[in-house]
C-alpha cells in the first residue's frame, strides 16, 4: 500500500470517522505545534487534539520521563492497584495545583476519557442526593456515552443514542437568547414554583466556556449566581472542565476567576499532559460516599499517563507560564477583534476567553469554508456551534509567538480569498 494512500481508511474504517474528512492527509510526525504528513508537507496545529493538547506535540521533558519508565519496566497497567507513578502523581497534583488554590478535593479516576469522568460525577450527585434528574444547559457537550449524551444539547448527537434520553431538563446557557435577558431567574423560577414541573435535581453541569457549544464563554457574575442557586436548592454543582480546564481558559481550572467552588470537578484531555489518555473526577471529600468497587473501569489505572501527566504539572510550579498563556490570549484577541473589523464581510463576533476563542459568523457555511481554506495553506483549524458557525483557536498554550503569528497571516490570507480579495476596510 503507498503511505500516502487514503483509500485504506475509506475501505476498511467505519463511516463514523470525523476529523480525517476535514484534514484529508496521513500524518505521521508531530513535534510543538507542528505536524507533518507521509509526503513532508507541514502544518501548523491551532487544533491540539480538541484540547487534549495543551502542550503540544511530544514535549521533550514528557517524553524523556516516558521512554525512561517504559525502558525501566514501570507497569503500564493497574486497575486502581496502588503503583508509585500514580503515588508521584496525587502528591504533585495536590502540592502543585490544589493546595495553592486552597481547593480539597478528593481524586478518583473513572476510566480514560471525558466521558467517564462526567459519567462518574452523574452517578455520584444522584447517589448523594437521592435524586433522580439533572439540569443541564443549551449548547453543553458532556460526553458521547448514554449519560453524558443526555446532559448534551447538540441534537445530532443525542440522536445517535438510538433511546430516549431522560432524567434531564436543559435551561438556557448565560446569553443565550441575548445578552439582556437573564436565564437564571428563569430557571429559579422553576425551582421556586411547585406547579412549574421541574423537580429539585441532583445536579448542575455546566462547561464555563462551551467548547463544541460554540466557544460560548459565561460571565462570571452567571457562574456564581449559579453557584449560589446550587447553595439555595442542596444541588451539587458540576464542572465539566474536560475541555476548558489546564490552562485552556488562562488559568489552570477555567471557573478560578469567577471565585466559585464546585461541588465535582471534570478533568481528562490535558491532564495527562502528553496526549495519553487520562480522566480525574475531583470530589469535594463530604461527597465521596462511594462504596469499594461501586464504579470502576479496566483502564482507569494508565501508569503511563500518570508520568507525563505528573511531568507536565512542572509548568505550574511557578506563575511565570499563567502570565505567558495570558500574554498570548491577549494577541489572540487583539487578532480576532482585528478581523472583524477589517473584513466585516465575515458578519464576525468574537467568542470565548484565552486560548479558547473564536469567531461566530452570520455566513452561512463561511466558517467551515474558512478552516479548509486554512489547512490548505498549511493549518489545521476547527469548527464549533451547533450550526458548526464558528472557527476556532486552539494552540497550543505553549507555542511560541513566531508560531502564532504565523498561524495569524494563514487564517487571514484563508479570510481574504473567501471575500474575493477585497480590499480591506481600515479600522
Known amino acids: 500500500m503507498e503511505t500516502n494512500n487514503l483509500s485504506i481508511f475509506n475501505e476498511l474504517e467505519s463511516e463514523v470517522r470525523s476529523y480525517c474528512r476535514s484534514f484529508p492527509a496521513i500524518f505521521n510526525k508531530a513535534k510543538g505545534y507542528k505536524l507533518w504528513d507521509v509526503e513532508g508537507n507541514e502544518y501548523i496545529d491551532f487544533f491540539s487534539g480538541a484540547g487534549a493538547l495543551n502542550y503540544g506535540h511530544n514535549d521533550p521533558k514528557m517524553k524523556a520521563k516516558l521512554v525512561d519508565y517504559i525502558l525501566n519496566d514501570g507497569i503500564a497497567h493497574s486497575l486502581d492497584k496502588a503503583t508509585a507513578a500514580k503515588a508521584e502523581f496525587l502528591e504533585k497534583f495536590n502540592n502543585v495545583i490544589l493546595k495553592p488554590r486552597n481547593m480539597e478535593y478528593k481524586v478518583m479516576f473513572p476510566g480514560p476519557t471525558g466521558t467517564n469522568t462526567v459519567e462518574s460525577a452523574l452517578k455520584l450527585a444522584r447517589k448523594v442526593t437521592g435524586r433522580t434528574d439533572v439540569i443541564s444547559f443549551t449548547n453543553g457537550f458532556h460526553g458521547m456515552t448514554i449519560g453524558s449524551l443526555s446532559v448534551t444539547g447538540n441534537s445530532f448527537k443525542r440522536k445517535g443514542a438510538g433511546i430516549p434520553l431522560q432524567h434531564v431538563v436543559t435551561m438556557p446557557y448565560d446569553s443565550f437568547v441575548n445578552d439582556e435577558l437573564d436565564t437564571l ?3 429559579e423560577r422553576f425551582l421556586e ?21 460554540g466557544i460560548n464563554a459565561a460571565r462570571f457574575e452567571w457562574l456564581q449566581k449559579v453557584e449560589s442557586i446550587c447553595r439555595r436548592f442542596g444541588i451539587l454543582l458540576i464542572v465539566d472542565d474536560v475541555q476548558a480546564g ?4 488562562g488559568t489552570f481550572f477555567s471557573f478560578e476567576k469567577a471565585g466559585i467552588t464546585p461541588d465535582i470537578i471534570c478533568l481528562s484531555k490535558s491532564i495527562g499532559g502528553y496526549g495519553l489518555p487520562l480522566a480525574l473526577t475531583l470530589i469535594n471529600p463530604k461527597y465521596d460516599i462511594w462504596e469499594p468497587g461501586e464504579h470502576n473501569g479496566t483502564f482507569r489505572g494508565n501508569n503511563l499517563a500518570f508520568v507525563t501527566a505528573t511531568e507536565a504539572l512542572t509548568y ?5 507560564f499563567e502570565k505567558s498563556i495570558q500574554e498570548k490570549s491577549d494577541k489572540i484577541t487583539e487578532f480576532l477583534v482585528g478581523l472583524t473589523v477589517k473584513y466585516p464581510q465575515i458578519k464576525g463576533t468574537v467568542r470565548g476567553r484565552g486560548f479558547m476563542q473564536g469567531i461566530a459568523t452570520e455566513v452561512d457555511g463561511l466558517a467551515s469554508d474558512i478552516a479548509k481554506a486554512a489547512f490548505e495553506r498549511g493549518l489545521i483549524m476547527e469548527t464549533a456551534g451547533p450550526e458548526d458557525e464558528v472557527f476556532k483557536l486552539f494552540p497550543a498554550l505553549t507555542i511560541d509567538n513566531e508560531g502564532l503569528e ?8 484563508s479570510i481574504k480569498s473567501l471575500v474575493n480579495e477585497k480590499e480591506p476596510v481600515s479600522s
Open 193 to 213: 414554583d411547585n406547579g412549574s414541573g421541574v423537580e429539585i435535581p441532583a445536579a448542575m453541569i455546566l462547561e464555563t466556556v462551551q467548547g463544541e457549544g
Open 185 to 187: 431567574e428563569y430557571l
Open 246 to 249: 489546564v490552562g485552556r481558559t
Open 406 to 413: 504565523k498561524g495569524f497571516a494563514i487564517i487571514e490570507e
Open 316 to 320: 505550574w510550579e511557578t506563575d511565570s
